[in-house]
């Protein structure tokens, strides 16, 4: 990834891990955690959730100290006899306990200002893409990307004032971030990593939009397919709507504004059937306005 990709998502990265209890290469941490969740009658732990019952989620949090230690860890969702706090309250309170274990500041305030990733000056694209599931009102929270133009996609994107077709997968970098938000979607059982976008397919038509104000418009429109790394080669698709605005005089675009509109097909394995579930992305230029 690139350099200044991954300075600007620094504060939004974390480590995960995916599988199962059975599992023979199981991380400590991840030992210590379920070793502790799922003991047979267990008793409230200082370093866990207190009274879970009978409900436990298939997610957990877990805080390590600088050696690797587990010195805190929680159930992901909240549980009921938790009194009538939000999840956002209910995380925020565990954390401030991690944060009193390892001796970091639990001052954290209330609420904060949204700070969408940036890319440090470069010129990019920040992809936001949301998966609208009624079930699971996590996956609806948007996953937010940023990706660097590279030259080849301001040429192929440069003003021309006649019609004409480009492929979808020459704009792979930042059409593979169109993808379902969530640690339960796909992915790889050997390496417990998520599948990541193979291939981009699909014609697009650039077709000149008139102006506005001192700008000339292009508009990008078609059908693309996205296929993953899955040995199934599982798949989606959807329409894409693109606006491109050009200074006068320039063939560069100055910004540009677009949207996904696509279903994702998620087999229900509770109710053994398929479901379509709709899947939107956004797209805006970032650090493009020279």
């Known amino acids: 990834m690139d350099p200044v990709v991954v300075r600007a998502l620094q504060p939004y990265i974390v480590t995960s891990w995916h599988g199962h209890r059975d599992d023979p290469d199981l991380p400590d941490a991840v030992r210590?955690?379920?070793?502790?969740?799922?003991?047979?009658?267990?008793?409230?732990?200082?370093?866990?959730?207190?009274?879970?019952?009978?409900?436990?989620?298939?997610?957990?949090?877990?805080?390590?100290?600088?050696?690797?230690?587990?010195?805190?860890?929680?159930?992901?969702?909240?549980?009921?006899?938790?009194?009538?706090?939000?999840l956002a309250e209910y995380t925020r309170r565990q954390v401030q306990t991690a944060a009193k274990r390892l001796n970091l500041p639990n001052n954290f305030p209330a609420t904060r200002s949204v700070e969408l990733p940036d890319l440090e000056g470069a010129a990019g694209v920040r992809v936001l893409c949301m998966l609208h599931d009624n079930r699971m009102r996590a996956y609806r929270a948007p996953t937010v990307e940023v990706i660097p133009l590279a030259e080849n996609d301001w040429e192929l994107l440069a003003y021309s004032d006649q019609e004409r077709t480009v492929d979808a997968s020459a704009l792979k970098s930042w059409l593979s971030q169109v993808y379902p938000p969530g640690v339960m979607e796909r992915t790889n059982p050997r390496t417990k990593e998520a599948y990541r976008i193979k291939s981009v397919e699909g014609k697009l038509t650039l077709t000149p939009a008139g102006t506005r104000g001192k700008h000339r418009l292009i508009m990008v429109r078609g059908t693309i397919r996205l296929t993953d790394e899955g040995e199934d080669h599982f798949s989606y698709d959807g329409n894409l709507e693109i606006l491109l605005a050009y200074k006068k005089g320039s063939r560069d675009f100055y910004a540009l504004r677009g949207v996904f509109d696509g279903i994702y097909p998620r087999f229900d394995r509770m109710h053994n059937h398929l479901r379509n579930i709709p899947l939107q992305a956004v797209f805006e230029s970032i650090n493009t306005e020279s």
Request: no cysteine; net charge positive.
């Open 32 to 86: 210590t955690v379920w070793r502790e969740k799922f003991a047979a009658g267990r008793n409230p732990r200082p370093r866990g959730p207190q009274n879970l019952g009978q409900r436990q989620s298939n997610v957990d949090l877990a805080f390590l100290d600088p050696s690797g230690n587990v010195v805190h860890w929680f159930d992901g969702f909240q549980h009921p006899g938790r009194g009538r706090q939000t």
